[in-house]
């Protein structure tokens, strides 16, 4: 039996803060606000994989009106989620996301992000994929004032 789940996120880009990406510190003068360290990437993986099997959202699990998610590596959140998600007796088939944000270029990271990814969910780097692509200046991601990130995955019943 094969389950689809879809995420979504959104982070306003602001001066004073880190960019996390896909557990990756990105060089940018201009971080994700959130009460996490912000990694829309990850949040929005969290999501697909929680909502292919109707377990509820982010929020549900790590609310941020708790002081204990304050901070928190997104890349933590992401391994209890996989941790629920084999004690229902799955296991991923793939994951494919995409990061819309207009700077900084993703592509130099990809990589290490489906690194970081794969073994936060202790599955292997090809079930992962990594996008990103820019808005063409037009929205909130085009002004730089924020970004987005989707992910689609696939569950199998073990």
Known sequence: ???????????????????????????????????????????????????AL?????????????????GIDSLILLKHVMTLIRDEGYELQNADTTLAIQKPKIAPFIDAMREAIANAMEVDKDLISVKATTTEEMSFEGREEGFSAYAVVMLRKI
């Open 54 to 70: 109707s377990l509820g959202d982010i929020g549900k699990h790590f609310p941020d009106t708790d002081s204990k998610y304050k």
């Open 1 to 51: 039996m094969f389950r689809i789940g879809f995420g979504y996120d959104v982070h306003r880009l602001v001066e004073g803060r880190g960019l996390t990406l896909g557990g990756v510190l990105v060089p940018h003068h201009k971080g994700g606000l959130g009460h996490s360290d912000a990694d829309g990437l990850v949040h929005a993986l969290c999501d697909a994989l929680l909502g």
